[in-house]
Every structure is written in C-alpha cells, then in structure tokens.
C-alpha cells in the first residue's frame, strides 16, 4: 500500500480482556517496529521485527506483551490481561532496511477501561 | 543508555516568523537522526533523515543540522505558517543498538495567524 496500515484506529477494552493489533507495513519493507506512547511523551520503543523474527524485543514491558509477524508482511501486536496502565497509543513503522528512513503509521488508540 | 532532550518544550510564534528547534542526545556514537512532525490524535510524519556522515539535509523550508560531535541537531523553519502548528519530535538510531529509534519528547509548536 501507500503508507503503513494500521487496525483498528481505535480500541476500548475491559481490563483484563485480550486485544491484537494489526499492522500493514509499506510493501517491500524489510524492518517494521512497534512503539508505544502516552499523552505528551516521545514514542517508547516495543519490538523490532527484520523479516519475520524479532531482531529486538527488549522494548517489550513484560511478558503479557507479544508481538509476531509470520510472513514477513503483516504484524500483530498482541496484549493479554490488559490493564488500565496499558491504555496508550501504539504505533507502527515500516523502513526499507534496518538503518533507513522509517515511516510511521497512524497508530492505534488503546483505553482500558 | 541513550538519553535525547527537546528545547524548548513548547513555543508560540507569529506567522511569518523564523524559527530553530533544538534536540540533543547524549551519545554520540549514532548512525542516523530523523525529524518527525506530529499532529493531534495522528501518527508521525517523517521530515527529514540526517545520516551521522551528514552536516545538514533541506526540504523546502525546512533545514535540518547535525553536530554529531557535540550531541546536537537543530530544525529551523523558515517563514513559518498556521500549518506548521505541530509537535516536532526528534530521533536517534544508535550505531550499535540495532535499529531502535530513541525519542526526544517533543516541541509542540504554535503559529498564530
């Protein structure tokens, strides 16, 4: 596609419940990337996928949070046991390599209520 | 662990005004540095990508710098207009982290008419 996709723009949810979020990169990008942000800060950084494994997970706050891409295109971001602290805007990116210029999707809006 | 600052925060301006916003960053040992625009409620637009061989890269009235010596990069805006009202965010991909991009917290700009 033209930019990178992402579903659903918005997403409420019960604590406790299980959200994926879906990421369509720009086609023939290599490297795509989560990231996460909160009202008034710079994205923090999640997950980083080269292909389809995941080159960096560091970002990752613990172990509720999962994140695959499975043919190398399309990602889902996965959250279990949501809490109320997890609401955020989680973003997307896609760049053609590891180290070149990274354009960011319109990001999804999670509230855990 | 790389650390990256905005100044100012936030800056209000009359139309027509120049103007330069500040991003330093406390590790010098980068690859690349890449100015986002941000408007409310929307994903990240990428400006400009400075590679650290790089002094400075330009866009129509926007010029970016870098001084990778000193920790420093600087966005100036030439002529600015209402549709720059944005937050700017500037971020660093580190030579040796992979491919994370490190977030400054932004400068949320004002133009007034």
């Known amino acids: 596609g033209a930019g990178v996709s992402q579903t659903p723009s918005n997403k409420v ?43 960096d997970d560091s970002g990752l706050p613990n172990d509720r949070f999962f994140a695959v891409r499975p043919e190398g295109s399309v990602s889902t971001l996965k959250i279990q046991r949501t809490e109320r602290g997890d609401s955020a805007v989680y973003l997307c990116a896609s760049s053609r390599g590891r180290e070149t210029e990274a354009f960011f999707g319109q990001g999804t809006r999670l509230t855990v209520v | ?17 120049n103007l330069v916003l500040n991003c330093s960053f406390t590790d010098s040992a980068i690859y690349n540095l890449q100015w986002f625009r941000q408007d409310p409620g929307k994903g990240l637009t990428s400006l400009l990508l400075i590679q ?30 209402p549709g720059d009202s944005a937050t700017y965010l500037c971020a660093v991909r580190r030579e040796t982290s992979g491919s994370r991009l490190t977030f400054g917290e932004g400068t949320q700009l004002t133009v007034n008419p």
Do not use: M
């Not at chain 1, 369509?24 to 996460?36: C, E, K, N, Q, V």
């Not at chain 2, 662990?1 to 005004?17: D, N």
């Open chain 1, 13 to 55: 949810t019960e604590k406790g419940k299980y959200v994926e979020l879906r990421c369509d990169p720009i086609s023939g990008h290599t490297a795509l990337y989560w990231y996460r942000q909160s009202l008034g800060q710079g994205p923090e950084f999640l997950i980083y996928f080269q292909g389809t494994g995941a080159a």
């Open chain 2, 52 to 81: 650290s061989s790089q002094r400075e890269q330009t866009s129509g009235r926007l010029n970016a710098s870098l001084d990778k010596s000193s920790g420093r990069s600087t966005l100036y805006i030439a002529a600015s207009q």
């Open chain 2, 1 to 17: 662990k790389q650390e990256v600052t905005q100044i100012p925060a936030a800056l209000s301006v009359p139309e027509g005004e």
